[in-house]
């Protein structure tokens, strides 16, 4: 089983960043996949947007609403997020996350964000 996340970096504020979440070891289109973040000495980690198995309903925080996109391809495993606009408090630890909607839950080791000028 595997969640990895990719595309985190160092970007200035008002640019535009593209997370990739790659996953196998499971039936990856039976499972809702979400984005969370953790900044540096945050009491725990901030769910930023989730996208549905089969419907692919999506779900926004709302501090970044109209800013970030997230999508899944069921054909490659993958889950994307982008982020546009960035301002310097998305500055984060991006984590990937996997639920299956009945106790499994699958997260990544994460992907650093920094936005600064």
């Known amino acids: 089983l595997q969640v990895v996340e990719s595309g985190g970096g160092l970007v200035q504020p008002g640019g535009s960043l593209r997370l990739s979440c790659e996953v196998s070891?499971?039936?990856?289109?039976?499972?809702?996949m979400s984005w969370s973040r953790q900044t540096p000495g945050g009491k725990g980690r901030e769910l930023v947007a989730r996208i549905s198995a089969y419907a692919g309903v999506t779900w926004y925080v709302d501090s970044v609403k109209e800013r970030f996109t997230i999508s899944r391809d069921d054909a490659k495993n993958m889950v994307y997020l982008q982020m546009n606009s960035l301002r310097p408090n998305d500055t984060a630890v991006y984590f990937c996350?996997?639920?299956?909607?009945?106790?499994?839950?699958?997260w990544g080791q994460g992907t650093q964000v920094i936005v600064s000028s």
């Open positions: 996350n996997a639920n299956s909607g009945s106790g499994l839950t699958y």
């Open positions: 070891g499971f039936a990856f289109r039976d499972f809702a």
